[in-house]
């Protein structure tokens, strides 16, 4: 049974990245993203923020199992490049939350619009009970591999 699991799990490793390598090569929007010149890890932040808008960097370190100065390292550039912004927390005053700023709005624009892109051109022959059912286990493998307290 293992040997199944093992087996189910290299291929959907491969399907992933297939999909994600032909998001990125297919979706004309998606290679604009390359003239932004953002790291992996930039680039990972700047998603999680899109949809955890008013965030603090204790928040991102958890989320993202890294150190809080790795964290204001990354922030620390996007802030100088205008990506993002910080806002002081009015009830922590040592806190800050991070939102994004014009680039970073820019940016989100972008990732919406290639998204809407790609969904019309490729998902429209794909019944939506198929995708709700990859949804849904997608949402299962997410909880099993998150750390908790997340």
Known sequence: MLSDYQKMYKELTVVLSEYY????????NAQKFNDYHLTTQQDAFLFFMKDNPRITANEI?????????AVSQVLSKLEAQNFIKREANPNKH????????????????LSEEADKEFMEKHFADIDLEQLENVLRTMKKVNVSISPPNI
């Open 21 to 28: 390598l032909n998001y990125l090569l297919y979706n004309k």
């Open 61 to 69: 370190a958890k989320k993202f199992a890294i150190s809080k100065s």
């Open 94 to 109: 040592r806190e800050f939350f991070i939102r994004l700023a014009e680039k970073g709005l820019d940016y989100q624009a």
